[in-house]
Nanobody, 115 residues
């Protein structure tokens, strides 16, 4: 069974930065495609960024040039570096570990951008 855990959320002022971390256990981490998704109050969950097992990345237009997804297979970790945060980035951020078309989700971590 795959276990996904996120960390690193919190309260930050507009223009600030946060780094989210995610670990996935229960299978060989390097075989997972990793992704970050978010869900704001009253909205559907949406894609933020993904990184393939080979390191290819993909970003939502709303976060391009501000967010960076990365992974460290030696540490079984994925990261989301978020810079120049805006109030509209406020959401619960979920880590996803996908392998063989099976999605494994974490519990989510709250990010609030407010002055």
């Amino acid at each position: 069974q795959v276990h996904v855990v996120e960390s690193g959320g919190g309260l930050v002022q507009p223009g600030g930065s946060l780094r989210l971390s995610c670990t996935a256990s229960g299978s060989i981490f390097s075989t997972f495609a990793m992704g970050w998704y978010r869900q704001a109050p009253g909205k559907q969950r949406e894609l933020v960024a993904t990184i393939s097992h080979s390191g290819r990345t993909n970003y939502a237009d709303a976060v391009k040039d501000r967010f960076t997804i990365s992974r460290d297979n030696a540490k079984n970790m994925a990261y989301l570096q978020m810079n120049n945060l805006k109030p509209e980035d406020t959401a619960v951020y979920y880590c996803n570990a996908r392998r063989l078309l099976v999605d494994n989700w974490g519990q989510g971590t709250h990010v609030t951008v407010s002055s």
